[in-house]
Structures are given as C-alpha cells and as structure tokens.
C-alpha cells in the first residue's frame, strides 16, 4: 500500500507543476485547480506518511515481542528410533 501511495504523490506533484506553470494566478478559476491539486498532493503525502509509520510501528512491536522469546531447543528425533 505505501508504494502506490508514493507513485500518487509523484503524479499530484507533477500535475500541480503542470497546473501552476499553464496557469494564470490573477483568475480566480485557475487559483481554484491549483488550490484542489495542492490539497490532492498533500493528502496523498500525508497518507503515504502515515502508512509507513504504521507499518514501522507494527514492524518494531512485532520484532519486540518474538525477539523476547527464549528459543526453542532441537527436538532429539535422532536417538527415538
């Protein structure tokens, strides 16, 4: 999920460049496509960001809690023959 979130993000940034570079700032109807691919560009950042802090989280707690395990000994199937 993080990186089609990522791949949004390049594509927002790239279409609001597109946006602000064709555009005219003094009319109001182009201020608006500017302000909407901004607000896109942003939410898919701050998704992409929250994603990959969950991801990190639940990564750390799960290393955290099977790291803590004592391991296993071999079981001796070798000598019960």
Sequence with gaps: MFFP???ATI?????EQILRRV????????LQWINRAMG????FYRQALI????????????MF??????????PEMIWKG
């Design 5 to 7: 979130l990522i791949v």
């Design 23 to 30: 555009s005219n700032p003094e009319w109001h109807q182009d």
């Design 11 to 15: 594509v927002a940034v790239i279409i």
């Design 65 to 74: 809690t099977v790291g803590r395990q004592a391991p296993q000994a071999m």
């Design 51 to 62: 994603v990959n802090v969950l991801w990190f989280l639940g990564y750390a707690i799960l």
């Design 40 to 43: 896109v560009r942003k939410f």
